[in-house]
């Protein structure tokens, strides 16, 4: 199945502005959510267009509920029709169980989980009967847990579950899977040495590459045989055995 009516969230910056690189072209509409990537997503919008793509952009802050709801109504309206949804945007903060906020909790619940589950609703309500697509762009830390990034990994294995339970819903013609991606992009936290330790400690010991998490999204979205699906694209991160438990023990 060809997607040629796409939403994604978080589109103007980072992976999903790779994402809609990689789908646009001629016959094909794209409606990008953003927050406060105001500069970025206009220069986006350019450069797809001069792909041949119809773009149109929405301002949404997803940690709200009434502006997210704006989000598949104005796609709708504006791309005449739907067919295929990506939720990527998220918020990454640090915390742990000892030390987490409401505020922090409720912001990455709302962000990561429930503007993904009020987006698929609304999906199938627009959609009908019609075939579509949706792919959840979700973390590698959901098969490898730590104590770490407490209320972003329990809003990432909230949008793993959501997955599988839309994927049973809303068959046979919606599909959604998910894309779980390793280090990929350097976060605004880290220095460039961090960084490089981190994707260095990979079993294939190189960073992830945008464009292969982008031909997952297409290879989800061109499967029609695939549904409930989740792919690590994480450079083996989720693999990792030499933990700090086992280094230096001999069997």
Known sequence: MKAEKIIITGGATRIGASIAKSLAGYDVQITLHYN????????????L????????????????MSQTKRIIPFAYKMMKGLDCLINNASIFEKDDL?????KSFNKHMNVNLQAPAILTQNFKKFLKSKK????????????????????YTLSKT???TLTKISAMKLAPNIRVNGVAPGPTIKNKRQSDKHFKKQWKS???????????????????????????QIMSVDGGQSLAWQTPDI????E
């Open 132 to 151: 579509g697509n949706i792919v959840n762009i979700i973390d590698q830390r959901i098969f490898k847990l730590t104590p770490f990034f407490f209320s």
């Open 247 to 250: 280094i230096n023990i001999k």
């Open 158 to 160: 909230g949008l793993q």
């Open 202 to 228: 990979l079993i294939l010991k190189e960073k992830v590459d945008p464009k292969n998490i982008c031909e997952t999204v297409k290879y989800f979205i061109n499967n029609n045989s695939i549904t409930g």
């Open 98 to 102: 000892i030390n987490f906020s409401e």
């Open 36 to 47: 406060k990537s105001v500069k970025e997503v206009v220069k986006l919008k350019r450069e």
């Open 49 to 64: 267009e001069s792909y041949g793509s119809r773009v149109f952009i929405i301002k949404a802050d997803l940690s709200i």
